[in-house]
């Protein structure tokens, strides 16, 4: 129906029952609104039940501190009618990291499925990884494990240019039609210094105060959140390992680096490893086959990254020590180090399982729950399934929660989450272990030693249940 036969049918209903004309309703409400109304009444009246449960009860207020790939699959899991989220990340987002990411089987199932952003990410170059290839440092081809995961655990393990996944999350969270309710609010450049988490306050840097009905702890290994939920609690430690990362054009290499794309073809939908005893290397394409990834995992005595460090991500390598690192390594392969524009290195950290990941009104997710090394590639995964959680749990709640329903649901979030992301912690860790035997050559590593696990995942509260059930408690 015309908006202006809506807006003239309708425009006397609309002013009573909301004290606003049709030209005052959001975007959203005016949608809604021509889709519901025609000549019938019950049409109407329908679209007047929901209009004016959205426009004259409170807000369901939601405050997400930490713009990462963690905050904004918050935003995208808690996003609703009846809700206002705002997003507050203390950097300015224009400096997301040039690396890769990978999401495994277990994230594309909700990012895909669940939430239903292939729209969104449509356009992000993504790749779908088809398998591992290891290679000893002779690079002989030692062990190839093609990725079935699709047909057997229902979803693809996706490679993506971190940026690329980053501004395609972006994209769902401001999209007014990604899902029902108002668009969320993203904030750059505020910092929170301070959390009430019973009074649901957070206090920027600025001195502005913030008031959420829950607040979500989304601000990653340094997180200042943590602190609060657990004041004595453990805090990042190092793992023994660092890394470098690069990035190179794949045409470059297939320019200046035939040997080793004779052995290696940087476009190749595959992650390849080069593996020693205690380095190695991880690889692999992105925006279709565009570029190529590397991570250079190394023992931290071989490393001089700023101990005082307060951000992931930041800290320069240098080449002539990444050759050094690698001098048992053929040519061929340390050969591609010098065409990366940036070495990035840091020292790698992970944290042992908190007592709990909430108080009050506060909720921690992500890095800043259970950060854990990237040896699994399960970081910004473990996110998403805490992100699908918050999500499930609070599904059914339009208005705002009292502290007793949020300690409930925070509860059950807690409880469906704990188990799993700390034993996937320690598969991460496990799967840190030296690559060979010492002064050997024979690789015993093996890339898919944990993926049923990680794989085998339809969602909180089904494991809630599954859980529970095994324990006799359903």
């Known amino acids: 129906m015309p908006i202006q036969l809506v807006y003239g049918k309708w425009e006397s209903r609309v002013e009573k029952w909301t004290s606003r004309g049709f030209h005052e309703l959001g975007e959203t409400e005016k949608i809604f609104f021509m889709r519901r109304c025609d000549s019938d009444l019950m049409s109407f009246l329908f679209f007047l039940s929901q209009l004016i449960m959205t426009t004259t009860s409170t807000p369901f207020q939601i405050v997400i501190v930490g713009g990462g790939i963690a905050g904004l699959t918050a935003a995208i899991a808690l996003r609703g009618p009846s809700r206002k989220i705002i997003v507050l990340e203390q950097s300015r987002l224009n400096k997301e990291i040039g690396a890769m990411i990978s999401l495994q089987p277990n994230a594309t199932k909700i990012v895909y499925k669940t939430w239903g952003l292939g729209k969104e990410l449509s356009t992000s170059r993504s790749m779908v990884d088809q398998g591992f290839r290891v290679y000893s440092t002779e690079g002989e081809l030692v062990n190839e494990v093609p990725l079935t995961t699709k047909t057997e655990y229902g979803a693809s393990r996706v490679l993506w240019h971190r940026k690329d996944l980053h501004d395609a999350l972006k994209r769902a969270v401001l999209s007014p039609s990604t899902v029902a309710g108002d668009l969320v609010e993203i904030r750059v450049s505020s910092r929170v210094v301070r959390c009430d988490p019973w009074g649901g306050v957070v206090t920027l840097e600025s001195g502005e105060e ?265």
């Open 210 to 474: 913030i008031r959420g009905d829950i607040i979500i702890g989304a601000d990653g290994i340094h997180s200042n959140l943590r602190k609060v939920v657990v004041e004595d609690g453990p805090t990042p430690m190092p793992t023994g390992l660092s890394a470098y990362r690069l990035m190179i054009p794949s045409n470059v290499l297939e320019t200046e680096e035939k040997e080793f794309c004779d052995k290696i073809d940087p476009r190749a939908p595959f992650t390849s490893m080069v593996v020693a005893h205690d380095c190695r290397l991880i690889m692999g394409p992105g925006r279709e086959g565009d570029v190529f990834g590397i991570v250079a995992l190394v023992p931290d005595e071989r490393m001089n990254e700023d101990p005082n460090a307060t951000q992931s991500w930041v800290s320069e390598g240098k080449l002539d020590k990444l050759m050094e690192t690698f001098s048992e390594f053929p040519r061929w392969i340390t050969d591609i180090f010098k065409h990366s524009p940036d070495i990035g290195l840091w020292q790698l950290r992970d944290i042992e399982p908190l007592s709990t990941w909430h108080r009050g009104r506060l909720f921690l997710i992500g890095d800043a729950a259970h950060a854990m090394l990237p040896t699994q590639g399960q970081g910004a995964s473990q996110a998403i399934e805490d992100s699908e959680a918050l999500g499930a749990f609070f599904k059914e709640i339009m208005e705002p929660p009292s502290l007793e329903q949020i300690t409930r649901l925070f509860a059950d979030t807690f409880q469906s989450r704990y188990a799993r992301a700390s034993l996937i912690q320690g598969y991460s860790r496990q799967a840190a272990r030296p690559g060979t035997v010492k002064q050997e050559k024979t690789v015993i590593m093996k890339p898919d030693e944990f993926m049923a696990f990680n794989s085998m995942y339809n969602g909180a509260k089904e494991w809630l249940r599954s859980e529970r059930s095994l324990a006799g408690l359903a």
